[in-house]
């Protein structure tokens, strides 16, 4: 089975995403979403993430 986490670094938050899916549209986003069960959905454009499996991390990288 694969699991899926998003860990936000500086912080001690680990974010299970449970479900992921792609709506069909021509907008371009990935969007969050906790569910009642405290994990996490997970949102996003076929355009942006074209193939999730190939997915291994997502990364916000802060320059100052």
Same mark, same amino acid.
């Given at each position: 089975?694969?699991?899926? /986490?998003?860990? =936000? !670094?500086? #912080?001690? $938050?680990?974010? !299970? =995403?449970? &479900?992921?899916?792609?709506?069909? #549209?021509? &907008? !371009? /986003?990935?969007?969050?979403? &906790?569910?009642?069960?405290? #994990? ?7 355009? *942006? =993430?074209?193939? /999730? *499996? &190939?997915? $291994? ?8």
């Amino acid at each position: 089975m694969v699991r899926r /986490f998003i860990v =936000i !670094e500086g #912080t001690d $938050q680990v974010l !299970e =995403i449970s &479900k992921a899916a792609a709506p069909r #549209t021509a &907008k !371009e /986003f990935i969007h969050l979403d &906790k569910l009642p069960d405290g #994990t996490w959905r997970l949102l996003y454009s076929p355009g *942006t =993430i074209p193939d /999730f *499996t &190939k997915v $291994q991390a997502l990364r916000i990288i802060r320059e100052d």
